[in-house]
């Protein structure tokens, strides 16, 4: 079966630090790539997303993920976070195949940064 | 755009009892719609999808008469909990795709449900 694996389950970090978030998937086929994040007490929203082609992706809010076929990897990266980016991250995967157009979801990971 | 509505925020209900939630797309037709389950520190898992007008397609392990759901418009979507009871108590949350069920499409989420069954 199809799986999302976020390594942190929770960081802290303090403003102007740069952001890395693991994201690892389990699935030998195509994929499409998508990062969520949920700020406290809104609903999830879309950072950015990867279908095809380059594999560095720029989002929203300064954010990028790279997408490493051999690494089955979608890491998220921000060079300098800033307080208003304390929110819980999402990493999904939609699988082609079998139940494709659905979306995995890791188990988050919580970002707490520090003004 | 793409704004994406659940109601309601929050239900109490005692066992037993049936309730249903309603998931709206607000400013876009939403082909499909999909109903997500969310545990305390786990991730989202997915309960079900629906084509307008077509009936549901449940996940695996998911109970089609325990968890009825209708899409029975562009822009409507509803998700009933059936004589439920205190293990169905979770944070249920919907998105919506512009797509038909297939690849690629942005799912626009709800702020989600959180039920509570005494």
């Known amino acids: 079966a199809q799986s999302v694996s976020q390594h942190n389950h929770h960081v802290i970090l303090s403003e102007a630090a740069s952001l890395e978030l693991g994201c690892n998937y389990s699935?030998?086929?195509?994929?499409?790539l998508f990062w969520y994040v949920q700020y406290p007490g809104q609903h999830l929203q879309l950072l950015l997303k990867?279908?095809?082609?380059?594999?560095l992706v720029k989002g929203i809010k300064g954010f990028e993920a790279e997408f490493i076929k051999s690494k089955f990897s979608f890491n998220l990266r921000k060079p300098s976070v800033q307080w208003s980016d304390t929110a819980e991250y999402f990493c999904?995967?939609?699988?082609?195949?079998?139940?494709?157009?659905?979306?995995?979801f890791g188990k988050g990971t919580k970002l707490s940064v520090k003004p | 755009g793409a704004v994406v509505s659940q109601h309601p925020s929050r239900v109490i209900c005692k066992s037993g009892t049936s309730v249903k939630i309603e998931c709206r797309s607000l400013d876009f037709q939403a082909t499909t719609m999909f109903w997500y389950r969310q545990f305390p520190k786990q991730s989202l898992m997915l309960m079900a999808t629906s084509n307008e007008g077509s009936k549901a397609t449940y996940e695996q392990g998911v109970e089609k008469d325990k968890f009825l759901i209708n899409h029975a418009s562009l822009t409507l979507s509803t998700l009933t909990v059936t004589s439920a009871h205190p293990e169905d108590s979770s944070f249920y949350i919907c998105s919506a795709s512009r797509a038909s069920r297939g690849r690629g499409e942005t799912q626009y989420f709800g702020p989600g449900t959180r039920l509570l069954v005494l």
């Open positions: 990867y279908f095809s082609g380059d594999p």
């Open positions: 999904a995967v939609e699988a082609y195949g079998g139940s494709q157009g659905n979306l995995i």
């Open positions: 699935y030998g086929g195509t994929v499409n």
